[in-house]
């Protein structure tokens, strides 16, 4: 595991942040900040800080190797059918109706 982050942390280095061009710098930062962790400068082994959304929040890997879906697309879609069958902000009884049909 280690070496596979060392792997990754170097390619990161390497090809992507001194690769790109300056108009990039500004979105590399942010995605670093928020996702990745910016690199701890008073860290003698360049570890980084834990970022705003750590990995565990945004990743899907566990999600996939679960067999669990990666969106909320049958969410969305079983709320649209409600919409259009319910129509918007409808009353009580007609909302537990509906649900108990469905």
């Known amino acids: ?19 790109s061009p300056a108009e990039l710098a500004p979105v590399i930062h942010y995605f670093e900040k928020n996702y990745i962790g910016l690199v701890d400068p008073e860290d003698e ?5 834990v970022p705003k959304y750590p990995p565990s929040y945004w990743n899907l890997r566990k999600r996939i190797q679960k067999g669990l879906p ?5 969410l969305e879609a079983w709320h649209k059918s ?21």
């Open 1 to 19: 595991m280690f070496y596979r982050k060392l792997i990754y942390r170097n390619y990161y280095r390497k090809f992507i942040k001194s690769q």
């Open 45 to 49: 082994n360049c570890s980084r800080v």
């Open 70 to 74: 990666r969106s909320n697309n049958s």
């Open 82 to 102: 409600l919409s259009k069958d319910v129509g918007s902000h409808p009353d009580v009884n007609k909302l537990a109706k509906h649900l108990k049909n469905e």
